[in-house]
């Protein structure tokens, strides 16, 4: 069963706006990471949070953390084309198995 | 240039083959592990290892078997068994931090297996 779980399945948004998805999972970790992934390729790593962070930012990614809930939220700010892709939570615990979601697929409409 | 380097890229298999996928580091990296990824799912881990000749299986294990004899190579064998192998398979591999401080995970390119 997956870990992971990313809400909603498909997000579509107007070039600028922001983009919000949600991850939820079930077992304690050791840190939790966000990836994209363009159609047909390899995941590209976007952000890297550990279980004792609670918010981290990187460009125009901001990542939150919510141990008690078991759930973390990624938001792309003033989205351009170029962040169409599938988006994707992947848990790590500490026996280092990485899980992920199902991915949300985010369409950027110009 | 470093990175993870799968191959090959697309392979097609007929009935009752085994095939094998390869997945190369020179990362450096201690831990290596097996995705499938169905068209429009998310990856489903299959095999990881976090030292040489030791591997665990993950979620989806059966009809899959794997080797770490070396510490920059972790190939995949997709046998007989696997009744529908048709799927995207992605390799990754990571640092093992002793003090849990978290490491990036990173991806290969994939290798698209086809059965006719």
């Known amino acids: 069963s997956q870990q992971g779980e990313e809400d909603p399945q498909a997000l579509s948004i107007q070039e600028g706006e922001n983009a919000t998805m949600n991850c939820s999972y079930k077992?304690?970790?050791?840190?939790l990471q966000w990836y994209r992934q363009n159609s047909g390729r390899g995941l590209v790593h976007l952000i890297l949070?550990?279980?004792?962070?609670r918010e981290k930012h990187s460009g125009r990614l901001r990542v939150t953390l919510d141990t008690s809930k078991k759930s973390s939220s990624l938001l792309i700010t003033a989205s351009r084309a170029a962040d169409t892709a599938s988006y994707f939570c992947a848990t790590v615990r500490n026996d280092y198995k990485l899980s992920f979601g199902a991915g949300t697929t985010v369409t950027v409409r110009a | 240039d470093g990175g993870i380097t799968q191959s090959p890229k697309y392979l097609f298999r007929k009935e009752g083959q085994n095939v094998t996928l390869s997945c190369e580091q020179n990362l450096n990296h201690d831990a290596m592990y097996w995705y499938r990824q169905d068209p429009g799912q998310g990856l489903r881990l299959i095999y990881y290892s976090q030292i040489v000749n030791d591997f665990q299986k993950g979620d989806i294990a059966e009809g899959y078997s794997v080797s770490r004899e070396k510490k920059e190579s972790f190939p995949l064998t997709v046998t007989s068994a696997q009744k529908n192998p048709t799927a995207f398979y992605l390799c990754?591999?990571?640092?093992?931090?002793?003090?849990?401080?978290?490491?990036?995970?990173?991806f290969g390119e994939g290798s698209w297996l086809t059965v006719v």
């Open positions: 077992t304690s970790i050791n840190n």
């Open positions: 949070i550990r279980s004792n962070e």
């Open positions: 990754a591999s990571s640092m093992m931090d002793n003090s849990f401080s978290g490491n990036t995970i990173y």
